[in-house]
DNA sequence: ATATTTGCAAACGCTTTGCAAAATT
DNA sequence: AATTTTGCAAAGCGTTTGCAAATAT
């Protein structure tokens, strides 16, 4: 218990019917849904799953690196199952988030490293209007 | 609330005491400070400010592009008077944001276009440990 | 047998909002 | 005079947490 630090055991995570339904949703829902649209799908599954339940599972399977997690600036968190190296763009008007396949951070990686940053993750967030909404009057 | 900035009259800003002292304290301040920080510096001038006032106007400054909102993912937002092209860095451990001059959008944003997409921001956010923290032992 | 995980409800942190009074134009 | 802005308190949203029971290892 002295040395509470280096001892803890490296929590191994195991596996639930709830976290595979979880994993299993994202798999096939390509839409980057929040946590509170996870919800409703795998409750078609596991109808007494709790909102909980989701947000630990999410932020646990963030953390091991299996899925992904995208910050918007704008609402609720949302969730990636492709985590290979790839941008976001926020739709201002219907919130939809596109995935944009850039490759931009192998050269900006290596610039902070340069600096002296240890870079763990990183997300490029593009906002403005997508190709859809543009075609929209102004008003609607 | 999205259709503010297109259906509003134009809303003609007033120059307030509150007004000026937070973009004071803002462009005098190149820590990325949050609202509550504002807060905290704003009232060594006028005490008897509200945070309400000041994140209504943080958020008012930041949508006519006179200061810029920092989204870290973690935490509350960060404000930036540079408005000119640059990344963050966010450290995961001592919570700091560092700018990182980098020049890096002309050709996405123009990728972008290309794709149909009409930018209006952008926010390219690392996250890590950085050249301060990880000469830290990992404990303290 | 032990550790993790769950569901529930309650609390949380950050931010926005309704309102009447005050200040700016 | 008209409109915007303020301070206050309350509500809001998205998310996290403490707990005892259930489950996976």
Redesign the interface.
Same mark, same amino acid.
């Given at each position: 218990m002295e040395h509470d630090?280096?001892s803890k055991p490296q929590h191994s995570l195991r596996v639930t019917k709830q976290r595979k339904a979880i994993f299993a949703v994202l798999q096939g829902d390509t839409s980057h849904p929040t946590a509170e649209e996870v919800y409703l799908r795998v409750r078609e599954q596991l109808p007494h799953i709790s909102l909980a339940t989701v947000y630990r599972n999410l932020k646990l399977l963030a953390r091991q690196g299996l899925i992904r +997690?995208i /910050? /918007? =600036?704008d609402g609720p968190?949302r969730y990636d199952f492709q985590t290979h190296e790839h941008?976001h !763009?926020h739709c201002? %008007?219907c919130?939809r988030v596109?995935d *944009?396949e850039?490759d !931009?951070s192998t050269r900006? %990686?290596h +610039?902070?490293l340069r600096?002296?940053?240890? *870079?763990? /993750?990183?997300?490029? *967030? !593009?906002? =403005?209007?997508?190709?859809a909404c543009?075609s929209l009057s102004?008003?609607d």
């Open positions: 630090k280096i +997690e /910050t /918007t =600036g968190h941008a !763009f201002d %008007r919130n596109y *944009v850039l !931009f900006l %990686r +610039e902070l600096r002296g940053f240890r *870079v763990r /993750t990183h997300d490029l *967030v !593009f906002r =403005g209007l997508c190709p543009q102004p008003s």
